[in-house]
Nanobody, 119 residues
Framework: QVQLVESGGGLVQAGGSLRLSCATS????????MGWFRQSSGKQREVVAT???????NYVDSVKGRFTVSEDAAKNMLFLQMSSLKPEDTAVYYC?????????????WGQGTQVTVSS
């Protein structure tokens, strides 16, 4: 049974920082990509940052230079360091792992952690 559990969310003032963590358990084969998505009220879920199995990172334009995605493969952990937070970063943040088996993509999700940035 694969489980992703996010932590580290909370309430922070604009300009502050938070570090999100995602603990993964269970066996996942052929991981293509891990990353963070977010969904704010009334909006669709959007990708925030991803890291491929080769270590290449990618960020949505709105967080470039402020957020950093990283992983600790030995501990099966994924992180999102968020700095210079803005009220528009307020959302539920989800950890995601995408894998491919037999030419079919599987997506695993955590339950989400709330990030609220006050102005």
């Amino acid at each position: 049974q694969v489980q992703l559990v996010e932590s580290g969310g909370g309430l922070v003032q604009a300009g502050g920082s938070l570090r999100l963590s995602c603990a993964t358990s269970g066996r996942i084969f052929s991981i293509n990509r891990m990353g963070w998505f977010r969904q704010s009220s009334g909006k669709q879920r959007e990708v925030v940052a991803t890291i491929t199995n080769g270590g290449r990172t990618n960020y949505v334009d709105s967080v470039k230079g402020r957020f950093t995605v990283s992983e600790d493969a030995a501990k099966n952990m994924l992180f999102l360091q968020m700095s210079s937070l803005k009220p528009e970063d307020t959302a539920v943040y989800y950890c995601n792992i995408a894998s491919t088996m037999l030419n079919k993509e599987y997506n695993y999700w955590g339950q989400g952690t709330q990030v609220t940035v006050s102005s």
